[in-house]
């Protein structure tokens, strides 16, 4: 017979050893984006007008 006790608990240590691991990699990817340098962002001609003008 089977034993439910220990497959449970092997599948139950297998999974939390998962979470940590994604848990570690996570934390990671926050530092990684934390100690990014900062993006240059610049704005676009709105696009909207831009079209009105170009169909006259």
């Not at 599948?11 to 530092?31: C, P, R, S, W, Y």
């Not at 934390?34 to 006259?56: C, G, Q, V």
């Amino acid at each position: 017979m089977a034993d439910y006790k220990e497959m449970y608990l092997t599948l139950f240590n297998k999974i939390t050893d998962v979470l940590e691991e994604l848990e570690g990699v996570q934390q990671m990817a926050e530092d990684m984006y934390i100690n990014e340098k900062p993006a240059y962002l610049s704005t676009l001609a709105n696009t909207a007008n831009y079209e009105k003008s170009a169909r006259k």
